[in-house]
């Protein structure tokens, strides 16, 4: 099965200042899917950022962007100009392309702490 | 408001109780899932249903059994809870073919076995 890493349980970044929050998975497949997801402390789980991984232009939504290293296997999540409202867990996910297989793998998540 | 709709939101339970947890989504998603969310460990797949009228068991089916009512609802039953069942739980779907948009999720259940 695929894992994933988030190696850092705890971040914390001043409000309007820069932070990336860190990634790596293990996996075989030469195609498939990467995802953050934002849980705020109403515990819904919101899709931040997707990627896929045979497009090698890096995925970006507003503030948000990742740095996709494939060779590394590495996935991080940029989070420019911070705001209090960017406080919340953090998770990275997988997904395969391959048809039939249905599971995300999840990574044990960043808490991100907005400093006022 | 489309998306997924789980209940209860909070439970607790006596050790041996049972109890189903209710999922309903009105996206027209084929695939529904069911994860448990435990402090340090990420969120993790009991049961998925890839599309209606199947179920298949994911990396903690234990203890838990699923049925998929028809395309808009999925549940989860615990027959005799255990302590080690206290968590939360969320509810997914997705589209099969729409793999690439990820999951959308319920707000979760928090549920607590004494």
């Known amino acids: 099965a695929q894992t994933v890493t988030q190696s850092q349980p705890e971040m914390s970044v001043q409000e309007a200042e820069t932070v990336t929050l860190s990634c790596t998975y293990d996996t075989s497949e030469s195609d498939y899917y990467l995802f953050w997801y934002k849980q705020p402390p109403s515990r819904q789980m919101i899709l931040v950022i997707r990627q896929e991984a045979y497009k090698q232009q890096n995925a970006t939504e507003n503030r948000f962007s990742v740095n996709f290293q494939k060779a590394a296997k590495s996935f991080s999540l940029k989070i420019s100009d911070s705001q209090l409202g960017d406080a919340a867990m953090y998770f990275c996910a997988y997904r395969t392309k391959q048809t039939g297989a249905n599971n995300l793998f999840f990574g044990t998540g960043t808490r991100l702490t907005v400093i006022p | 408001n489309a998306g997924v709709t789980q209940t209860p939101k909070f439970q607790v339970l006596k050790t041996g109780q049972s109890m189903t947890l209710q999922c309903a989504q009105d996206?027209?998603?084929?695939?529904m899932y069911w994860y448990r969310q435990d402090p340090g460990m990420g969120l993790r797949l009991i049961y998925y249903s890839a599309s209606e009228g199947t179920t298949d068991k994911g990396e903690v089916p234990n203890g838990y059994n699923v049925s998929r009512l028809n395309k808009r609802e999925f549940s989860l039953r615990l027959e005799s809870a255990a302590p080690s069942q206290t968590s939360v739980y969320f509810c997914?779907?997705?589209?099969?073919?729409?793999?690439?948009?990820?999951?959308?999720f319920g707000s979760g259940t928090r549920l607590t076995v004494v």
């Open positions: 997914a779907s997705s589209e099969t073919w729409g793999r690439q948009y990820g999951y959308t």
């Open positions: 996206m027209n998603h084929n695939s």
